[in-house]
């Protein structure tokens, strides 16, 4: 069964930083695209960055500048980290992996969300 396990979530002032990451676990062929998601309260689920297996970045324009996708294959893991966060960034941070399991199936997996609290 294949798992997307995130962490680095909390409570942080405007201005502050935060580094989310998100391991896949389980037994799979290979990792494709990886990207982080956000929903406000009220609002619908937002892509806000992404990245390939072979490293090209993209991003939503409401954190370009600010927050910096990376990850590592070896490790299975993809991070986010944000910088200058302002109180509009409060959301829960959910990561996306599209996973092929074997050669033939692919599928998109969704980590549990993390809260990211900016107070003014």
């Known amino acids: 069964q294949v798992q997307l396990v995130e962490s680095g979530g909390g409570l942080v002032q405007a201005g502050g930083s935060l580094r989310l990451s998100c391991a896949a676990s389980?037994?799979?062929?290979?990792?494709?695209?990886m990207g982080w998601y956000r929903q406000a309260p009220g609002k619908q689920r937002e892509l806000i960055a992404t990245?390939?297996?072979?490293?090209?970045?993209d991003y939503a324009d409401s954190v370009k500048g600010r927050f910096t996708i990376s990850r590592d294959n070896d490790k299975n893991t993809v991070y986010l980290q944000m910088n200058d966060l302002k109180p509009e960034d409060t959301a829960v941070y959910y990561c996306?992996?599209?996973?092929?399991?074997?050669?033939?199936?692919?599928?998109?997996?969704w980590g549990q969300g993390t809260q990211v609290t900016v107070s003014s």
């Open positions: 996306n992996a599209e996973i092929r399991r074997t050669t033939l199936t692919r599928r998109d997996y």
């Open positions: 389980g037994s799979f062929f290979s990792i494709n695209v």
């Open positions: 990245i390939t297996s072979g490293g090209m970045t």
